[in-house]
């Protein structure tokens, strides 16, 4: 078997080519998949995100999620602010060191889990694929994420 000969390179410029496009498309619509899917649980993407990250590891700092979820303070206070006010979560000071704040998980925000347990299997029936089939292209996704991250930064 010969190989392909590889396109022409201004071929490289069109839109439906960069997987950077590919990569947005596909998280707004996957942000718009999910809208109905959290409504009854009172939560908005990024506020599920943040419930994901503690229903994983309760008791975490607010520099903590907000490395795990790759948003700033500016954009983290005011989502956490929100689970706090709907009764989700509290925000405690650590008594180890004042400075830092511990969101805890209340009763609500726990029992909100079992709720949020049917998302992922709705999720994967709308995109057409098996768990397992989800669970694989996001770790591909996580291995090109941590490989831009590391890499030196690209001249032009």
């Given at each position: ?61 607010v520099s903590q999620i ?5 948003l700033d303070s500016g ?74 991250q590391s890499s030196p930064?690209?001249?032009?």
């Amino acid at each position: 078997m010969g190989s392909r000969p590889s396109p022409p390179p201004d071929t490289w410029l069109q839109l439906d080519r960069q997987l950077c496009f590919a990569l947005y498309a596909t998280s707004l619509a996957m942000t718009k998949l999910y809208k109905p899917l959290l409504e009854p649980l009172g939560l908005t993407y990024p506020q599920y995100l943040a419930m994901l990250v503690l229903w994983q590891q309760d008791g975490i700092t607010v520099s903590q999620i907000g490395e795990r979820l790759a948003l700033d303070s500016g954009t983290l206070t005011p989502l956490l602010k929100r689970l706090e006010s709907v009764g989700l979560v509290q925000r405690l000071r650590d008594s180890a060191d004042e400075r830092r704040v511990l969101l805890q998980l209340t009763a609500e925000g726990r029992a909100l889990r079992k709720q949020a347990l049917k998302v992922p299997a709705r999720i994967a029936q709308a995109a057409g694929c098996q768990l397992d089939e989800l669970a694989s292209l996001t770790a591909r996704l996580h291995a090109l994420r941590a490989q831009l991250q590391s890499s030196p930064p690209v001249a032009a």
